[in-house]
């Protein structure tokens, strides 16, 4: 940890002389690509260690006082927090651009046609074209956008599914594929649905074409319970079906949400019926009882499988066959 910790404190130093320091001038491509390769660890460590609250404290603490030491060397510092070092390459190359020590040589080097070959002979990640990538992305999230233009979820989605694959070809960390695929999430803040489709249609194509960014699609999804949910509530049956039945990934994950749903619920007296217990609630129980249906339609053979943990789940409630008692024994009575 304590290298780690090294590591943390000069990766953020590189930051502030990348952005305010002279020192730029004398930085040649092999400089360049080193600094971005520590700018990619700093991302991996906090892919690693996001959810681990005593590691984020401890390095919060180490990022405090690197901060404090470049306030006092650089009035014009701009703090780095634990939540920064996931978008650490995009301060480096911000910071880089607004130097106006920042060589013509550098420039040209970030802006030049972007090379075929991912590592130089130093084996750093090759840098050249940085820029050109990102403008190239950028243009992918606004084309991705809300339906324009005649443009067709089915036709962006496999627009979306070839750029997937087209970074994770490139051997691109998984944070820089999902930072593209967020970006392309916040291009339809307010049409959340959109997107739904998006995803959906991206993973609807032939399995011999972009398997790899399906899989990361599926992957995304499955830590995305959020968008997992919204998709499940706003998808039409037919999608759903289809996807049930073309990734096993999806189905598990589908089912695992269905009971969930089912274990947030709470039977009401007044209403008589279950009703969700959360002040959100997401799908009414007749619509709970339409999604195992669709899901034993779209897969029969999970059907008998579904049944016997639902029989469980109801013998540990009491196996009580009294409506109103447990969820499991009332949806297993409404199924059949």
Known sequence: MEAVLKNLRSTVELLAVAAQSGVVVQWDKQTLCRAFRWARYCEHVFSRFQDNPAVRDIMEKQLQLTNQSLRAALPRHSEVSFSDLSRCQHLLLVGLLNNPELPSSIMKILFDTPSPVNTNDEGFEDVTGLCSRIIHCKSACKVLGPLTDGADAEVQGAMLRERLGALLAQGSEPCRTEHF????????????????????????????????????????????????????????????????????????????????????????????????????????????????????????????????????????????DVRGLSVWGDLLSALN
């Open 181 to 320: 695929l967020e970006s392309v999430l916040q291009g339809c803040a307010g049409a959340e649905e959109h997107f739904c489709l998006l995803i959906a249609a991206a993973l609807l194509t032939p399995k011999n074409s972009e398997t790899a960014a399906q899989d990361f699609l599926l992957d995304w999804l499955q830590k995305k319970h959020s968008m997992l949910q919204h998709m499940c509530s706003v998808l039409s049956d037919t999608i759903l079906m289809d996807l049930a039945r073309e990734h096993l990934k999806f189905r598990d994950a589908y089912y695992g949400l269905l009971k969930k749903w089912a274990s947030d619920m709470e039977y009401s007296i007044n209403d008589r019926t279950w009703v969700q217990s959360s002040t959100n609630p997401t799908v009414s129980f007749p619509k709970l009882t339409e999604h195992f249906l669709l899901l034993f339609k779209a897969c029969p053979s999970v059907k008998e499988n579904t049944e016997k943990e639902l029989n469980d789940l109801k013998i540990s409630d009491g196996d009580f």
